[in-house]
């Protein structure tokens, strides 16, 4: 059994539909298709909450209106025969008579996460009507009778597992499941998501509950590229990563995979294929447990990066010094991505600024703070890359002309990290691709 999981824009358009069907009746192999909202849909319903939680009643019926007008003509592209474009029509009218009786209701944080789940439902009952009537056998699934979170937002493997293995055994001849990615139930029985872009989640979520021979994450990128494409000219795809590579460049920057989606994979190992809807052929990145070739094998940058300096003379010799300042962070719920330290200062980054005064204040304490904003790490990553003969000179070299914030060696094997201000990214990206890998 696989998992086939397609992204908004692989569903965006009817045509691109018609192709998703294509693809998943290629091969006879037993399968769970996620699929993500349309492309912009859930960004639409994000408007729409927005505009609820500021009481503008008139804006949220505008952007109702406008995505429902979306829909209406998505579905006749898409269908053909009367029954099922009845039956289309039917559902965009249940969903969009939802979010209109909302407008009607006081809106809480709850209600919000309900508008949120329409999209991932309307595009897998849409994709569903298609495979009727193409009279092609499949099951709907639907995610909240399976997929959960506990009181610490975090997804319930064992159960996940346990009840989706009671649906499945209740279809024994059928070959094709279809559900969302992206929506669950919380501990409080609410609809809930896993956050933007969980549909990739969801899927690695699904095949590790399940124990699948195999995760297939569609996009419109042929795998992960080896340097971001929007930026630098000569990118090309990475063939094979291991767990940990594919881990760091998604949480530092690769946008194709959402970097909570590898650990269900690597701790129930599960290889990970990210293929290409527009070119099913091409051979994509595979992500397995396997280390492969040594040296630096792609980089990837992370914006908005706020750096923070606290230069304490109390932190010489002195111990327990690091364990109160991270208490602080931990206080605010703040996650750390880089630390450097010398022995009378430490230097830190984090991407979440919501508590960023609280949290200085409080740093005070020890010393005299700076923070640094509008700051990017450059993540580079590879098998072994601090540990491979002249990789760090050769990075060094390409960034010569760069002023470093902070450097992170040795943290992890497979992994230099680099802080650099925002405004010289692009240069420093094209910088180390010229330096770092040979067309
Ligand atoms: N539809 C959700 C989002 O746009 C989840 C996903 O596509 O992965 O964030
Ligand atoms: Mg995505």
């Known amino acids: 059994m696989k998992i086939m999981k397609f992204g908004g824009t692989s569903v965006g358009r009817p045509d691109r539909m018609h192709q998703v069907k294509d693809l998943i009746t290629r091969d006879p192999e037993r399968k769970i298709v996620v699929l993500s909202a349309l492309s912009g849909t859930t960004n639409a319903l994000v408007g729409i909450g927005e505009a609820l939680a500021e009481a503008d009643k008139d804006l949220a019926k505008n952007r109702i209106d ?12 898409l269908l053909k025969q009367d029954d099922t474009l009845v039956k289309a029509e039917n559902i965009i009218k249940e969903h969009f008579e939802f979010l209109n009786i909302i407008l009607k209701i006081s809106f809480n944080e709850a209600i919000n996460r309900d508008i949120l789940a329409q999209g991932e439902l309307l595009s897998t009952k849409l994709f ?9 056998p499949a099951v709907f699934l639907s995610a909240l009778d399976f997929m959960s979170i506990d009181e610490n937002q975090e997804p319930e493997l064992l ?3 346990e009840k989706l ?12 499941f279809v559900t969302q990615g992206y929506i669950c139930k919380n501990h409080r029985k609410e609809v809930d998501n896993l956050k ?18 195999l995760i297939e994450i569609w996009t419109d990128i042929d795998g992960m590229h080896n340097n971001d494409p929007r930026i630098v000219d000569k990118t090309r795809p990475i063939a094979a990563l291991s767990f940990d590579e594919a881990a760091e460049l998604a949480y530092f920057g690769a946008k194709i995979l959402h970097p909570a989606s590898i650990w269900p994979a690597q701790m129930y190992n599960v290889p990970v294929k990210l293929l290409n809807t527009m070119e099913p052929d091409a051979p994509g990145t595979t992500i397995t447990a396997k280390e492969t070739t040594t040296g630096v094998k792609a980089l990837a940058a ?3 990066i706020t750096a923070i300096k606290i230069k304490s003379s109390r932190m010489l010799l002195a111990y327990g010094f690091l364990r109160r300042v991270f208490e602080i962070f931990e206080k605010y719920r703040t996650p750390i991505d880089m630390i450097t330290t010398s022995e009378v200062a430490v230097s830190l980054t984090i991407d979440d600024t919501s508590h960023l005064e609280e949290i200085k204040q409080e740093l005070e304490q020890f010393g005299i703070v700076e923070v640094d904003e509008n700051q990017t790490i450059i993540c580079i990553v590879g098998h072994q890359v601090a540990e491979t003969k002249g990789s760090i000179k050769t990075i060094m070299d390409a960034l010569n002309e760069f002023p470093l914030r902070m450097v992170s060696y040795g943290g992890s094997r497979h992994n230099v990290s680099i802080l650099i201000d925002a405004s010289l990214k692009n240069q420093a990206l094209k910088s180390l691709n010229e330096g770092l890998f040979i067309w």
């Not at 569903?128 to 092609?136: A, G, K, R, S, V």
């Open 66 to 77: 406008a995505l429902h007008a979306h829909y209406l003509q998505f579905y006749k592209d």
């Open 128 to 136: 569903f009507t298609l495979l009727e009537e193409l009279q092609i």
């Open 159 to 161: 159960k996940i597992g």
């Open 165 to 176: 293995k009671s649906i499945l055994a209740e279809h024994p001849e059928n070959q094709i």
């Open 196 to 213: 933007r872009g969980g549909s990739d989640y969801t899927a690695s979520l699904i095949g590790a509950a399940l124990g699948t021979d």
């Open 302 to 304: 992370k914006d908005g």
